[in-house]
Structure formats: structure tokens, C-alpha cells
């Protein structure tokens, strides 16, 4: 059991590194990827801005000075042969330009026509996108008037087609996510080797810790016993006539009764840890290990006025540990009894389903178990109302136990609960019944 603890708890610290290293991950590709396009695009539109500028300041030159001749050196591109323009005069007329491709050129002809449709001001930079023959295009264009003398004579619409500057930049965070990807997976196997490492001092304090429950309980075992021993003496002294002494020697004899009984459940839980508990597989009469069980029971069942009911398989036989099947089910009906108020009834019922699988059920009509604590009632020393557990002896290792003893048998353990009408525990058993 506790190397499964270790191991789940070295998953757990593994896989919340994992997740905060992806969502770093996640968010520094975010980050980047933005930066990136804001870094781009603001190139991209100085670029566009310069270009109208230039082309808007010739092409009121070319209206002011008719005489001068464009092959004579004036270039309004300025060089610029990636991009291209469009001028018109303030009438709607194309006066002047420098064509796009014939692929793209329809396309930027209906962006300039619905300019204002898009709401887009003079001096803005936009992006258009459209699929021309299944072909992803990006356009980014601008507009800028030509001023004379302060009075608009036309407008300048000047762009670029940037489709492959945002598929190098889609290209680029989609490289950064595998190496974020192969870092992740890096990271989760660096987080596997330290979440070991820390583990390291947790482990050797817990082996400390159970092999100090382990030898404790083993020393305490005999001085126990004889004090126990001691105390069924004193108690069975005639010579011994004082009340107050023998109420002494009953609370002694009570209080080692509890003691013994959990340096045994110690012992028990020590060994399972150090793996130490081996079964002792042969033939079982369970009928005869429930009736033996209820007998056992029956005196504190008499004392509560409680029910004890038996149903089920009057013979039913199995290969299984004989000593901690008995155990197993002394366990439960204990509980069942000690939590059932007076005047209810505890129904222990046998059946065997199907070959080879045997189910014990122990159903009471006690306190019951709330939702949220029923999952945690296998849990070491965990008790669901503690100061009644304290008054009835109990130490929260009985279902731990009885849990163990049902995973060493390969079977399940159960429980099925509402709070103010009762328990029900279901052990499911592995076995091949003889005939």
C-alpha cells in the first residue's frame, strides 16, 4: 500500500508540473505569435503608408507640372515593385497606376470600390481576406488623398498582397508549438525524475515510521499479554471483596483489552506495508465462519437489544484464508453493531452468485454514512465521528484492515449508505469452490 501511495503521489506532482509547464507553454506561444504579427503588420503598414504618401505627393507634382514627363525619371514607386496603386481623381476616374496581378486584380478593384462600406477613414491600414480558386488571400491596403492647395483633387489606394508574410507567420507559431510540444514532454520527464527525488526523504521518514509501528507493536505484544493475563487473575480473586479495587481491576483489565487489540491492528497494518502478510489459502466452510461470527457478536447484540438476522447460503464452502475471512467478518458485523442504535437489526447474509466468486453482505439499520465520507472510511485511522468511535473502542483501522485483507483475495469491498437508515458493505471473494 504505501509504495502505491508514493507512486500516486509522485504521479500527481508529475502531472501538476506537466500541466503548469503546458499552460506556460501555451501562453508564451500566444504571447509570441501575437508579437510577432503585431511586429509584422506594423512593418508591413509603415511600408503601405510611405508608399501612399509618396504616390500621392507625385501624383499632385504630375498635376501641377503637366509639362514634366514620367519616363524623364519621375518614378512614383519609388522602387517599391512589390506594391501597387490606384489613383483616381476627386470624379471617380482611374488617372493613374501600377496594376496588381491579374489574379488579384478584381479582388483589390471591389476592396477600393467598397472602401467605405468597410468603414475604413483615410490614412487607415486594413487586411482583406478572401478564397480565389481555393487559394487563401490576404490583402493589405490603405488610402490617402491628394491635397492641392489644401483641397482634395483624388485619392491614392495603395497595397500589397501579404498572403505569404501570415502563412510564414502561421508556419512559425506552428513550429513553435512542437518545440513547446518536445519541451513539454522534456519537462514532464525531468518533473518524473525530481518529484522522485523529493520523494526520496518522505519515503525513508515513512519506512521509519512503520518499522517503529512494527517493532513497537511486536515488543508491546507480551507485556500485554501479561498484564491481561495479570488482570483476569486479580479479577477472579476471591480474596479481592473491595467494589473500588474491582472496579480498578475491570477498568485495567478493559483499557489493556483495547490496547492489546490495537497493537494488533498496528501489527497487521505494519505487515501488509512491509508486504509481509501472506495467505494461507484452504477449505473454508463459510456458513459455518458467519454462524461462528454471530455467536461471537451476540452478547454485545443482547446488551443494545439489537436484531442479529442470517440469510443466505445455509452451506457454502470455498478455497480462501481461513483466519482472515473470519477476521474480515468480525470486522464488519463489529461496526455494524456498534453503530446500530437499540432495537435495530444487523442482517448478515452468504450467496454465491456465480462459480468461483462468493458475496458477504452485512446490512444494519444504524446511523449511516455520509456521501462525502464514504469515500474516505478505508482510510488509516480515519473515523467518521470521532468522539463515538473513541467511546466504543474504535481506532479507525478496521476497515483499513478489512480492505487489505479483501485486495490479497483479489475481491472488492463495497458500501452502500444513507444517512439515518443504514449501511450496507458488499465483499465480493475470488475463489473455486470445492464440492
Known amino acids: ?9 509522485r504521479r500527481q506532482l508529475t502531472l501538476y508540473y506537466s500541466i503548469v509547464m503546458a499552460v506556460f507553454f501555451i501562453v508564451l506561444i500566444a504571447v509570441m505569435h501575437f508579437t510577432m504579427k503585431w511586429a509584422v503588420s506594423s512593418e508591413q503598414a509603415r511600408e503601405l503608408m510611405d508608399m501612399a504618401k509618396s504616390v500621392a505627393h507625385g501624383q499632385a507634382v504630375l498635376i501641377q507640372h503637366p509639362e514634366l514627363r514620367f519616363e524623364e525619371g519621375f518614378d ?15 470624379e ?12 488579384l486584380e478584381p479582388f483589390v478593384l471591389d476592396i477600393i470600390k467598397g472602401w467605405s462600406e468597410h468603414e475604413e477613414e483615410l490614412g487607415d491600414v486594413a487586411v482583406f481576406s478572401q478564397t480565389i480558386k481555393e487559394r487563401a488571400v490576404r490583402v493589405m491596403m490603405t488610402a490617402y488623398p491628394i491635397v492641392i492647395d489644401e483641397e482634395q483633387i483624388g485619392m491614392v489606394y495603395v497595397g500589397k498582397e501579404v498572403s505569404a508574410v501570415y502563412k510564414g507567420l502561421q508556419k512559425s507559431t506552428y513550429a513553435l508549438a512542437g518545440l513547446a510540444g518536445l519541451a513539454l514532454v522534456i519537462a514532464t520527464v525531468v518533473g518524473w525524475f525530481m518529484a522522485g527525488k523529493a520523494i526520496v526523504p518522505l519515503r525513508e521518514a515513512y519506512e521509519k515510521q512503520r518499522q517503529f509501528a512494527a517493532d513497537a507493536s511486536h515488543e508491546l505484544r507480551t507485556p500485554l499479554s501479561v498484564v ?17 479495587l474491582k472496579q480498578v481491576i475491570g477498568d485495567v483489565h478493559d483499557e489493556v483489552k483495547k490496547m492489546t487489540k490495537l497493537v494488533s491492528d498496528l501489527l497487521v497494518v505494519a505487515r501488509s506495508d512491509n508486504q509481509a502478510l ?30 442479529l438476522l442470517r440469510e443466505g447460503e445455509e452451506k457454502l464452502t470455498a478455497r480462501l484464508d481461513e483466519q482472515k475471512v473470519k477476521q474480515l467478518m468480525l470486522i464488519l458485523v463489529d461496526n455494524a453493531v456498534k453503530y446500530t442504535p437499540e ?35 478505508f482510510d488509516r485511522f480515519y473515523r467518521v465521528d470521532k468522539a463515538r468511535s473513541r467511546e466504543m473502542g474504535g481506532n479507525g483501522l478496521g476497515l483499513a484492515i478489512a480492505q487489505e485483507i479483501v485486495n490479497l483475495h483479489g475481491g472488492t ?4 449508505s444513507t444517512p ?16
Open 413 to 416: 469491498i463495497k458500501v452502500a
Open 228 to 244: 491481561m493475563a495479570s488482570a483476569e487473575i486479580l479479577e477472579s480473586d476471591a480474596s479481592i471483596t473491595s467494589p473500588f
Open 76 to 90: 512614383m514607386k519609388s522602387g517599391q515593385d512589390r506594391l501597387f496603386f490606384y489613383v483616381f481623381d476627386d
Open 1 to 9: 500500500m504505501s509504495m502505491n501511495v508514493f507512486r500516486n503521489s
Open 343 to 377: 432495537g435495530g437489526s444487523v442482517t448478515v447474509r452468504l450467496t454465491e452468485p456465480a462459480a468461483g466468486k462468493v458475496v458477504f453482505e452485512v446490512q444494519d439499520t444504524g446511523i449511516g454514512i455520509a456521501p462525502e465520507d464514504q469515500e474516505r472510511i
Open 278 to 307: 501472506k495467505l494461507k489459502i484452504g477449505k473454508v466452510d463459510l456458513a459455518a465462519a458467519v454462524d461462528q461470527t454471530l455467536r461471537l457478536m451476540q452478547p454485545l447484540a443482547d446488551k443494545k437489544n439489537i436484531c
Open 92 to 103: 471617380g476616374r482611374l488617372v493613374n497606376f501600377s496594376r496588381s496581378s491579374f489574379f
Open 420 to 435: 439515518g437508515q443504514g449501511t450496507t458493505f458488499t465483499v465480493t471473494l475470488k475463489s473455486a469452490r470445492e464440492k
